[in-house]
Each structure stands twice: as structure tokens, then as C-alpha cells.
């Protein structure tokens, strides 16, 4: 793990292909039943279970618009979050270009019990599945996000992630780790308040990140988008889900994200997530890249 290593070159960091497929859950199960992060506070037998399958499908429809395939795990029952797919497991391409899956250890019961789902759906479709050694706690790419095009992990940790488990990782996926601390409660995942868009550009919300972690990702990226109070907690702007370097898919009235990302030259297509907010989560989180 890089702990701080300033004027890091991406340009020499060896190249990733960006992932053409995801992985998601259809919200057949999908509701607020135990408060997990401060977003669902008061949203308990709030969700609207038929808009929720509409919003789902018309995201999918969208990602399939964009050109990435879409596969689907089937919903279990008691597994209210599984909808959430990016955080059970964490995907990426080893040193040798092959795909592999890390399980997750998760914080919560429930979501503990979405892991075996999806690793029994990689294993049948051709990745290596490597255990983490330690009982640290690990949720997926939740915390943990590549760098777009690039052989480099984020590594967030806090809430839900423990920062030893990136040692694992650099060596699991042969891939230096730099490690980027959250420091609320209320941006939990490193997902909900950093968004890497492409080679060069990062949405963030920098209150949720400590000063190391500013400076870490300011010199390594070129372009900084800084993401206003309202638009990363209410729109949860940072969890919008970036494709093929070009693409972006956002929840809806994120309009000074929208302006800067149109203004650098990105496609950015609106969603409405209202349901799935009520959980702590947007575009992001609701679908694994597959490589
Ligand atoms: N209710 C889920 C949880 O608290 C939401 C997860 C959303 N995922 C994310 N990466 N932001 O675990």
C-alpha cells in the first residue's frame, strides 16, 4: 500500500480494460427494515415497492443503452439490500489479466448473507475466488473502486472497511492501493463521496474525506469536481455510476455536477433513484462491474 506518495504519474501505471458488463438484483426483496447508515433513519415502511421496480428497470435499461450488458442474480428472500450488488463482493483483473472475486466480509447480518450468491454466480462464470486471510470487515466496491483504465485501487475504509484488508488486496490483484480515510458516519462507503469518472477526473465531496486523503487524490487526478452539500447527500451526486470513460449515469437534479461533467465533454443521463436513496444508495452501488 502507497500510504502518500505525492506527484503519482497514472500515465505509468499500467492500463485496465473498463468493464462492458455488470452484475445486478432485481428489488423483488428489496425494502428499509433495520437502520445500517444514517440515510434510512425514518425511512422504514417508506418504500414504494412498485415505483422501486420501476426506477430499477428503466436503470437497467439505460446501462443497456450505453452498450453494457446487463446480468441479473436472483433475489433471496430476507436479503433486503441485495439490490445493492457493488458491496458483497469486490471484482477486478489479477496481475495476469484473469478475472477474480474477493468476498466480502459484511458489517451486517442480513447483508452477510448476500455474499454467497455472489460467489457462487462468479465461480460458475469463470473467476477465481480468493478469500481474504484476515476477518477484517470488507464491503466490496463499496469502499474499494479501480481507477478508470488504470491498474489502481481506492481504497476506502471507515464504517464498513478495515484499511488492513488493502494490504491483501495490493497483493491479490498486484495493484498498488492508495487509501483514502472517511470520517463520518453519514458518507459510509467510500462510494457515497468519491466518484472516479475518468483517468483525469473525480467527483468528491471533500468534508467526508480527511486532509491526507484530499491531497492524495489531488495529486492524481487533474480534475477535481467538488460536489456541494446539498447535491452529494440529497442526490447523492458521488454515487453516479461512470462507464467506458464517457458515460454517466446520475441520479436526478444533480444540476452543478451535471453542468461540470457536460462542460468537460461526458454524456450524463439522469436516473430517479428516490426509492433506493431511502436505503443509502444510488446509481453506483446497484450494479458489480464484470470484466
Ligand atoms: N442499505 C444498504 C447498506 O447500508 C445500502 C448500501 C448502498 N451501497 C453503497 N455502496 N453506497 O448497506
Redesign the pocket.
Known sequence: MIAAQPQIDISELRPMAFPRAVLTCAPECFD?IDV??P??VGQQGKVDCALAKRQWSEMMRVFQQIGIEVKTLTPVEGCE?MV?C??PIFTGLDGDGRPVCVPGHMR?PS?QREVGSHVEWCRANGYRVVDLRSSDLF?G??DALWHPGRRLIWGGYGP?TSQRVYYELADIFDAPVLPLELRTELF??L??CFCPIDEKTVLVYPPALTAPGMDLLRDVFERVIEVDAYEARDSMAC?AAPFLGRHVVIQTGAVKVNRALLDLGFEVIEVETSEFMK????V??MKMHLF
Not at 436505503?279 to 444510488?282: A, L, T
Open positions: 428499509v445500517k447508515n440515510f434510512m439490500d445493492f457493488a458491496n451486517f447483508r464491503e466496491c463499496g464498513r459510509y462507503h462510494d457515497t454515487n436505503s443509502g444508495g444510488s453506483f452501488c
